[in-house]
């Protein structure tokens, strides 16, 4: 079957897009997405949706005014990507997922070593001052040894 002949699966009342969450991953993510305004007087869109939408201007790039028509306003996904930044949910979802993940792999949920890299190690004394050539300046200079 050709690409262009392929239909992507349907979600609520729509063609899915392929940023959509399928339905296992919406039953992950589900309790961890908060409800909906409660200044609201009505729901018109799904939370699913409002996700879907955040995930589809994500993966595409696209300008938030730019959202298809089938998601809700982009002015609503907008407001909603906002709120859930500025309340932490992101990061307690992605905590959470990460957890999934690493129990999944037979691992501790948490970390239990602080990883040290080479960036966050200073050098030693012992090699010496540091020594180079500034092409800007086309001369030799060496850092001095700072007072201890």
Known sequence: MKRSQHRLPMTLNRNAYPSDLTDAQWEALEPLVPA???E?????????EIVNAILYVLRSGCPWRLLPHEFPAWGTVSFYF???HREGIWEQILRSLRMQVRKK???????????????????SAVRGPEKG?????KNLWQETPRAR
């Open 40 to 48: 609201a007087a009505y729901h018109v869109h799904a939370r699913r």
């Open 82 to 84: 906002r709120q859930w």
């Open 36 to 38: 909906l305004s409660p």
């Open 133 to 137: 050539y500034d092409a800007g300046k």
């Open 105 to 123: 792999q037979g691992r501790e949920a948490e970390p239990s070593a602080a990883i040290i890299d080479s960036q966050s190690i200073k050098t």
